[in-house]
């Protein structure tokens, strides 16, 4: 072969390899591109669901949905599941000790004690450091709640004196926190921001009354031993904060057994979830000088063993390690594990426990037999007037009260329409009614189910009527 036909088949067989080389890094790359969009796509995912979770309307939502459902299974060639599936057993056993419930039962004892812990922390958090912590700021919320629990429960009370549902007058009492505040978000920022408020400090004093409610006169027999043991280890848990043990992990160890119990002893076990929220710590080991002064340290440290790595210097993976441990150590002391546990625990109880809890508990079979029931004794009218007209009765006229007798001051830039319209939606009972409507009837028919209609009548219309309410009122 001649040197001029070797180098043409030189270049040919060059020329070739770039191509096949070139088509190669094509593919690579759009792989790579591919993948890249991939991530970028999934990232972007995670970030609108994340931002659509955080909208406050959302809980309230979901809830909706899920009550929706448990009806539906309730009322359709489900219902036979739905039960069954409710009323299946689940034991837990530890040695010689147990807990067997069903899976109705673990729904409303145990998950609604995390609810309960969550409603401890918040409560807690408020009277210490929020809206409740001085009398000028918790005045109107305190007496407001409390005329929208003695009002409702006395309309209960003349509508069942000595019938069958008299033990039921603590259902109308409640406030529903998720809806309320779910319907007041649908207003969008025409709201009054210290009308929000207002209405969150409501919902946690009512939910302080509530509790008390719950633990003082919906509690069965009582067991005095297992109920000293649940008080002992409150104290510890207390103990351990005075020691300024914050790890959240040495108060689920002392929590579970308190909770079981208090589940032995009669009263409800709900209530071990709230002592234990009230037992977690909310000061931060360090303040805002001593916590600035740690960063600093951790941080200048990690700078210079970055400074190092670029000068040519070897810093062990570990040594950078330990830095950014020293930087989570100094931010966890200058956090409140209170708030923390609180931020953590949100979504969890938002999106999954009041979630179960309405699909265990609003699935209420409706036909016209139980249509025509609900006027055969005093307890679905009592509910649903005490919820509908009672509670906002009793939120607005001891809050006007209050205002008048110069005890308490209305919510900056908010109107006594406005007000009125955050009462209306103090009605939405929803889940705590329930919940005392189980405690109340035990689930016994047909009391239970007029309970849960009234119930869900009167909530749905309390938040259609405050949030048309409140649209007007916002107008003017």
């Known amino acids: 072969m001649s040197s001029a036909g070797s180098n043409a088949s030189f270049r040919g067989a060059d020329y070739r390899a770039r191509q096949y080389l070139d088509r190669s890094m094509k593919r690579n790359t759009q792989k790579t591109d591919g993948s890249q969009r991939t991530d970028v796509g999934r990232v972007a995912g995670v970030a609108r669901a994340k931002t659509l979770m955080s909208r406050p309307e959302m809980p309230g939502l979901v809830l909706i949905a899920c009550t929706a459902l448990a009806l539906l299974a309730a009322n359709t060639g489900m219902a036979g599941w739905y039960h069954h599936l409710l009323e299946l057993p689940a034991t837990i056993e530890l040695g010689s000790l147990g807990v067997s419930m069903s899976l109705h039962g673990w729904v409303n004892d145990g998950l609604m004690a995390i609810f309960f812990f969550a409603i401890g922390l918040e409560i807690k958090r408020e009277l210490l450091i929020g809206h409740l912590s001085s009398f000028r700021r918790s005045a109107l919320p305190i007496l407001g709640a409390l005329g929208g629990m003695v009002v409702p429960a006395a309309i209960y009370a003349a509508f069942n004196a000595g019938g069958p549902g008299s033990h039921g007058w603590g259902i109308p009492m409640a406030t529903d926190i998720a809806f309320a505040v779910g319907v007041l978000s649908l207003l969008g920022r025409r709201i009054p921001p210290a009308l929000k408020v207002f209405l969150l400090a409501l919902a946690i004093a009512d939910d302080l009354g509530a509790v008390l409610v719950i633990a003082i006169f919906y509690s069965t027999s009582i067991s005095i ?24 992990l040495w108060y689920v160890a002392i929590g579970i057994p308190v909770w079981l119990c208090m589940y032995k002893s009669g009263v409800h076990a709900t209530i071990a979830g709230v002592m234990m929220g009230l037992a977690i710590p909310v000061r931060t080991l360090y303040d805002g ?3 600035l002064v740690a960063m600093e340290k951790a941080i200048a440290r990690y700078r210079g063993m970055l400074m190092a790595r670029r000068t040519g210097g070897h810093e062990e993976l570990g040594m950078r390690q330990e830095a950014v441990h020293e930087i989570e150590k ?3 002391k200058g956090q409140s594990p209170l708030i923390r546990l609180e931020h953590a625990l949100a979504p969890w109880v938002s999106y999954a426990i009041m979630p179960a809890f309405a699909l265990a508990n609003a ?3 409706i036909s016209r037999g139980s249509i025509g ?3 055969a004794n005093g307890i679905a009218p009592g509910v649903f007037v005490g919820l509908l007209l009672g509670k906002q009765a009793g939120v607005f006229l001891f809050g006007w009260l209050a205002v008048r007798l110069r005890i308490a001051e209305m919510p900056d830039g908010t109107t006594m329409a406005q007000f009125y319209g955050a009462a209306i939606l103090a009605g939405i009972g929803f889940t705590m009614s329930i919940f005392v409507t189980e405690l109340s009837f035990g689930g016994l028919e047909p009391y239970t189910s007029m309970a849960k209609l009234a119930i869900l ?3 749905f219309l309390a938040g259609a009527f405050g949030y048309l309410w409140l649209r007007i009122a916002l107008r003017k």
């Open 363 to 365: 699935g209420v079979t």
């Open 225 to 248: 031993l297992p109920l000293l043991l649940a008080i002992a280890g409150w104290i510890v848990a207390i103990t351990m904060n005075a020691r300024h043990v914050r790890a959240p």
């Open 457 to 459: 009548g009167a909530s």
């Open 373 to 375: 029931d609900l006027f």
């Open 330 to 332: 100094a931010t966890e």
């Open 289 to 291: 000088s001593q916590w």
